[in-house]
């Protein structure tokens, strides 16, 4: 009865090389260390963060890589971020333009 047969996955240990190791660093200088696996979401990352550092909302802190923001959709692998790579973590500020 081929019915009966599953198609097992091979258990794999898990391993740091599965694993990528990101440090965010906030304003005030002091950092964060994660790690994550390639395919991580960075939403789970900056929600993880702003938990840590008592912020409610992840969404009032912009996080950029090589000064370019960082959509909170994208995956690790999607940023080409590899091992020990840093992120900047600041509070978003509206305004702070001209004004007569």
């Known amino acids: 009865m081929e019915g009966n047969k599953r198609n097992k996955r091979r258990f794999e240990e898990p391993s740091d090389k599965n694993y990528i190791n990101l440090k965010i660093k906030s304003q005030d200088g002091t950092f964060m260390y994660y790690k994550v696996k390639p395919t ?9 963060y702003s938990e840590r550092k008592q912020i409610l909302n992840y969404k009032t802190v912009r996080f950029l890589y090589n000064g370019n923001r960082v959509s909170s959709r994208s995956t690790v692998n999607q940023l080409g971020l590899e091992d020990g790579d840093e992120i900047d973590a600041m509070l978003d500020q509206e305004g702070g333009g001209f004004a007569n």
């Open 40 to 48: 991580s979401i960075m939403k789970r990352i900056f929600m993880s």
